[in-house]
């Protein structure tokens, strides 16, 4: 239903500040959820937030008031703002697509339409 293309990530130091994006191209149903979710070496895919099409913003508590994540409809693009990052924020991020109108909140990634490619995110100490 969607293509999702994440970028913006790389290395930043703790305590620094990072902004990922993931653009979205949708080909069918125009309303959505989309989340990030993010996975570490060796360790499983974990929620981080998601803005559901007409609900608030939600996040896991890991993240709660570092992160902030919003979407320009215009654009049709989300963003993942990471401020007062750690080393254990490093992982590979991903951006979630779920074809939905409701507010319901989603954090399971099985619940999800389509993914991006993964975007690297290192966070040295």
């Known amino acids: 239903q969607a293509q999702l293309v994440e970028s913006g990530g790389g290395l930043v130091q703790a305590g620094g500040s990072l902004r990922l994006s993931c653009a979205v191209t949708?080909?069918?149903?125009?309303?959505?959820?989309m989340s990030w979710f993010r996975q570490a070496p060796g360790k499983e895919r974990e929620f981080v937030a998601t803005?559901?099409?007409?609900?608030?913003?939600y996040y896991t508590d890991l993240v709660q008031g570092r992160f902030t994540i919003s979407r320009d409809v215009a654009k049709n693009t989300v963003y993942l703002q990471m401020n007062s990052t750690k080393p254990e924020d490093t992982a590979v991020y991903y951006c979630?697509?779920?074809?939905?109108?409701?507010?319901?909140?989603?954090?399971?990634?099985?619940?999800?339409?389509?993914w991006g490619q993964g975007i690297q995110v290192t966070v040295s100490s």
């Open positions: 803005i559901p099409w007409s609900g608030d913003p």
């Open positions: 949708v080909r069918t149903f125009n309303m959505y959820t």
């Open positions: 979630a697509f779920k074809a939905s109108e409701s507010s319901r909140v989603r954090t399971r990634w099985e619940e999800y339409d389509d």
